[in-house]
């Protein structure tokens, strides 16, 4: 199966990333070290979709990765930690924001996992609480760069599952793995650098 | 099955209330947002439960839904934080209210899908942290409406348990279900509203 | 199943501790708090490995008990919120190590239940985040007693596992269930023992 090099490819991109943001902990102990654990998470999750353990086979024969969503639960709660404190979000927020990012995962993996009627359903809940986090970024204290990068490349996510396997089946288990690893790399790892970089808190 | 007209019903009225909560920020921003959260992982546990994927089926042929006590892990966890915060208790004494009730639903979910001896060993487990948060509740500063609300309604979900195809199946499916919809209704509506229009936290 | 009887005495020793931690409140009220919750976790951990329903059997006929590591994911994780604290950490530096924590904890349950490259690929993976927190440990505030113990006893726990069902199958079930429990109580009982009485919190 052509997606276990991808997935290969994944854990030597991310464990690379991990030891960067590692590095850059000189520069910037807050950011670098959520970046750290971001990576970090993401090399789990590549590992287990290597082991090819949590694992799902649609009727067109091509295998649903559904654990992905469980993994973003806990590393895109992370990295929605990181974009409430660059914004100053207060705590209560952040919280809220948080709490709506899991709900976004869980149900994003309950929709891998169900069929039909009940697929759709889960699909349109979850988008339903990523629009409101989205919703919330822009209220009050916000940041230009975070609020459009968060709407444009973490919106490509549902649009990746919609063409996956776990959705219409457009894309095979391979071109999906490979879209989810350019995305990957642009939201955890582009991003980490920039604000790693470019914000800092105290 | 007769419980699935039950749980699209469950769908129907905790969509109306996480729009209603959600309405409601105007009035009291953070209790507003607590409970449209608590409603929105509401609607989630009734869509996996109408799906009808996370169940077992005991001897007597009905189906026991044990995934609404993972869901409970994170609604309920929301509430003890909402109790918590109104009635002031330290951060300390927060945290442990929520890890207990995070073990109470847990090993909730765990005495639904165990069998003989180790089904009441875990009911009599969970039981015993319930009792601990309610005791919890009543130190130190408190409310005497949210405690005698919490002891009256929240300790109705163990009876229901108990008369439950998890328990002792004395009610079927379809009558759990609408118990259970009738106690969600009291103690995540009907109280977010009234915690929502009547208390004030800064 | 010899292990059984293991079980039970770690139900009924975790059970005790439970009840004496809770008593110590009166002396130490946040150590005290935390070490009651811990192992009050590890109580209901027992009951389920004595229940049998998470396991899994490996070529050799042994059992893998291997959710133990999902309950360490709590368990643990409120020790580094204790050690965290009593150290004085930072509040990033006590989400980076409890992050770790569960990091450790859930790739040592995939390493418990995948095979072969995997297995040794999560072990590896599992053994650098908990090196990782050793390292951060020791790092600014840090604290010699808590430092040496941590890194002692707790690093027992992957030699155990090596040597367990899990990973090569030198000891049996029952060998290994009884050297998780000795380690269980020096690192929960014992540990939570010395800090309620030695250390203070305000």
């Keep these: 199966m052509l997606e276990m090099i991808i997935f290969i490819v994944g854990i030597a991109i991310f464990s690379g990333s991990s030891f960067m943001f590692l590095i850059l902990k000189n520069r910037n102990q807050r950011m670098a070290t959520i970046n750290t654990i971001v990576s970090f998470v993401t090399v789990a999750s590549y590992m287990l979709m290597f082991d090819g353990s949590g694992t799902l086979m649609v009727p067109s024969g091509e295998l649903v990765y559904w654990t992905r969503w469980i993994f973003y639960a806990g590393s895109c709660s992370l990295l929605m930690l990181e974009i409430s404190t660059l914004m100053g979000k207060d705590k209560w927020m952040t919280v809220e924001i948080i709490a709506s990012n899991i709900i976004v995962m869980l149900t994003g993996a309950l929709a891998s996992i169900t069929e039909a009627a009940s697929k759709w359903m889960f ?55 490979l879209g ?6 642009i939201t955890k790892i582009y991003f980490g650098y920039h604000t790693t970089m470019h914000y800092q808190v105290e």
């Excluded at 409101?132 to 975070?146: A, C, H």
């Excluded at 490349?153 to 288990?173: D, K, Q, R, T």
């Excluded at 989810?180 to 790399?185: A, F, I």
């Design 123 to 177: 699909f349109v809940f979850s988008s339903i609480a990523f629009g409101y986090i989205l919703y919330r970024l822009r209220e009050g204290k916000t940041d230009k760069f975070l609020v459009t990068f968060t709407t444009i490349f973490w919106s490509m996510f549902p649009v990746a599952w919609i063409l996956s396997p776990a959705g219409f089946g457009i894309l095979n288990a391979a071109w999906t793995a």
């Design 180 to 185: 989810y690893l350019v995305l990957d790399v």
